[in-house]
Every structure is written in C-alpha cells, then in structure tokens.
Nanobody
Framework: QVEVVESGGGLVQPGGSLRLSCTAS????????MGWYRQAPGKERELVAA???????KYADSVKDRFAISRDNAKNTVYLQMNSLKPEDTAVYSCNYGSLRGDNYWGQGTQVTVSS
C-alpha cells in the first residue's frame, strides 16, 4: 500500500510562481514514476509532467518552458516548480505514483488558481 500526499497549491497572480510537492510513503518499489496531472473545470485530466526513479522526465507541451519537475529519491518526493503561471494553468493538480509492479496511487489533489 502506498499513500500519496500533495502540498503547495494556492492562489497566485499571472506571471507568478508556485512549487508543488508530493510525497509517496509505504511500500515503494525501486522502479517507479511519479507525475503531476491537472484537471480544469469542464476539461479532461491531462499529464503536466512526470519523472521516473532514474530521472527521465516528460512534459506537456503547454508547460515545457515554464515548469520543472524534480525528485528526491531518498524522500520519495517530487517537486513541480511552476513559473510564469497563466490563468489557463488554473486547475486541480493531482500527483500519481506508479511502478513497474503495477502500483497506481493518487493523491487527494491541490487547487492552483492563477488570477489577478
């Protein structure tokens, strides 16, 4: 069993920055990936960024030059640094933990609102 806990959401003005954190605890498999997804009202959930346990990353085109994902394997924690935020980045951001043995766990989600 794995628990996924996110933190760091909030309200920020356009052009501002936020950092999200996500920690997975429990029985962590060495070969895993953690990622951030977001869902805005009336839209489907989409992948924002993901990172594997060996450091490979993937980004949505819409955030590639503004967001950066990183991880601390010793803490089973991933970070999403979001810069130059836009109103269209407003969504509930959820963290996912998955592994090669079939794990698939989600956090509760954190609201990010970009508004003046």
């Amino acid at each position: 069993q794995v628990e996924v806990v996110e933190s760091g959401g909030g309200l920020v003005q356009p052009g501002g920055s936020l950092r999200l954190s996500c920690t997975a605890s429990g029985t962590i498999f060495f070969a895993n990936a953690m990622g951030w997804y977001r869902q805005a009202p009336g839209k489907e959930r989409e992948l924002v960024a993901a990172i594997t346990s060996n450091g490979n990353t993937k980004y949505a085109d819409s955030v590639k030059d503004r967001f950066a994902i990183s991880r601390d394997n010793a803490k089973n924690t991933v970070y999403l640094q979001m810069n130059s935020l836009k109103p269209e980045d407003t969504a509930v951001y959820s963290c996912n933990y998955g592994s090669l043995r079939g794990d698939n766990y989600w956090g509760q989600g954190t609201q990010v609102t970009v508004s003046s």
